[in-house]
């Protein structure tokens, strides 16, 4: 399983961004897949999550009502859809595949598949 995550630039406070996350190399309708973030000095922080197959999605209280995840079953690709961004929204984004959904999902050591990360400025 290959993950690529796009997207990410310089926006200012207030505005808007959308990731994009392409899959290719599995089947994956059982699958989870998961945004986390991490910022320099600081840990993997959980962002959303949801099953690919539909019917599960999860955010993080910080993000909850700013941000959406979302998915294009042609396309095999995962999208985070930011709003109202603020400056404590920059961090490198990652996108992250499971085979299964796990109530663990916030968990970054849940997660066999990473994609390299994109870079998120948000200026104020």
């Known amino acids: 399983v290959q993950l690529q995550a796009s997207g990410g630039g310089l926006v200012q406070a207030g505005g808007s961004l959308r990731l994009s996350c392409a899959a290719s190399g599995g089947t994956f309708s059982d699958y989870a897949l998961a945004w986390f973030r991490q910022a320099p000095g600081k840990e993997r922080e959980f962002v959303a999550a949801l099953r690919w197959g539909g019917g599960r999605y999860a955010y993080s209280d910080s993000v909850k009502g700013r941000f959406t995840v979302s998915r294009d079953n042609a396309k095999n690709t995962m999208y985070l859809r930011m709003s109202t961004v603020n400056p404590e929204d920059t961090s490198v984004y990652y996108c992250?595949?499971?085979?299964?959904?796990?109530?663990?999902?916030?968990?970054?050591?849940?997660?066999?598949?990473w994609g390299q990360g994109t870079q998120v400025t948000v200026s104020s």
């Open positions: 992250a595949a499971r085979p299964l959904w796990t109530t663990n999902y916030a968990s970054a050591s849940e997660y066999d598949y």
